[in-house]
């Protein structure tokens, strides 16, 4: 691909492109931000279909060939294999770069590859909050970041201007930014993200383990709710147990807050205390016109689905 005429950046190192790296790969041409996008995946399948879709300007397996020159490099792999390319990738990251992640944990991150960061690089830990069920590079597409939010996670004495680099980076991605502290932003994704994950890989659990009710009927009756909780357990299995295990405090403390509510609204249907019911029902929908309102969510019936009859 010909280079662009003022990019933000010559070099661009995405270490790992799945949904997340690929996507960003697409949004970076779409803004004409990389002059050359470097992709790194540690399998030849994963490689072999970048290749053919055409996102990168170099494809690599080794990790420290990929970041070679960069002048942002973006680890965009599952949190839990950050511990081993953070050194790998070390020496050969240039002074003045930027290096940062798309991880959904930060204190972890920071734990894991701030201590191999060498001088004159600037370490800026981000989470894009955007996703989808699907993974691999042929998942990703330029608008994924559009109207999302991305959290930024400076470390203690990070530099400011790069911090405003990276910061106008994810804007012409099409994100909107913050900034926050590693550990305040752990507990807030721990409610509005992994918890929810949680429950929806149980739900989906315990209605396979369901002896009195057959699969079949889980399938053909799922309209009802147990749908939407499928949607998110259908979310890359390794990504998931790397989040658990590294945000497992947060996760823990949140877990902890949902079961004595859950355990409130065990007695409240025991008892049959109606009230207690309908506002805790209220309360919540209005939790989600509020999505809908701040633009993320559609309002449209049936969560936006098109009127395609099932297969």
């Given at each position: 691909m010909t280079a662009h005429p003022?990019?933000?950046f010559a070099k661009v190192a995405l270490i790992g492109i799945g949904l997340i790296?690929?996507?960003?790969?697409?949004?970076?041409?779409r803004a004409d931000l990389a002059a050359h996008i470097a992709g790194y995946a540690p399998h030849r399948e994963t490689l072999e279909k970048a290749k053919a879709l055409g996102f990168a300007d170099s494809l690599h397996d080794d990790p420290a060939q990929a970041v070679r020159n960069a002048d942002?490099?973006?680890?965009?792999?599952?949190?839990?294999?950050?511990?081993?390319?953070?050194?790998?990738?070390?020496?050969?990251?240039?002074?003045?770069?930027?290096?940062?992640?798309?991880?959904?944990?930060?204190t972890a991150v920071i734990r894991d590859v701030g201590p191999h960061v060498p001088q004159g690089v600037h370490f800026i830990p981000a989470h894009p909050i955007a996703g989808t069920e699907q993974s691999g590079p042929e998942a990703g597409f330029a608008e994924l970041f559009d109207g999302r939010?991305?959290?930024?996670?400076p470390p203690e004495g990070a530099d400011p201007a790069a911090v405003e680099t990276l910061k106008t980076f994810w804007m012409r991605c099409g994100s909107e930014v913050d900034v926050m502290d590693a550990g305040h932003h752990d507990l807030v994704l721990a409610i509005t993200s992994h918890v929810p994950h949680l429950i929806a890989y149980n739900i989906v659990g315990t209605a396979a383990d369901?002896?009195?009710?057959?699969?079949g009927e889980v399938i053909k009756y799922s309209a009802g709710g147990f749908r939407d909780f499928t949607r998110i357990a259908a979310s890359?299995?390794?990504?998931?147990?790397?989040?658990?295990l590294n945000n497992r405090e947060a996760v823990l403390e949140m877990l902890g807050r949902f079961n004595e509510d859950l355990t409130a609204l065990q007695r409240a249907i025991r008892w049959g205390d109606g009230d207690a019911l309908f506002n805790l029902f209220t309360r919540t929908r209005a939790i989600r016109r509020s999505i809908v309102?701040?633009?993320?969510?559609?309002?449209?019936?049936?969560?936006?689905?098109g009127k395609k009859k099932s297969q």
């Open positions: 003022n990019p933000m790296g690929s996507s960003l790969a697409w949004a970076m041409r942002l490099v973006v680890l965009a792999a599952p949190v839990g294999a950050f511990a081993g390319l953070a050194p790998k990738i070390a020496p050969q990251l240039k002074p003045g770069a930027i290096l940062s992640d798309v991880g959904s944990v930060k939010w991305c959290i930024l996670t369901l002896e009195t009710v057959t699969q890359d299995p390794t990504m998931w147990r790397d989040i658990f309102d701040a633009g993320q969510d559609t309002a449209a019936p049936n969560f936006g689905r």
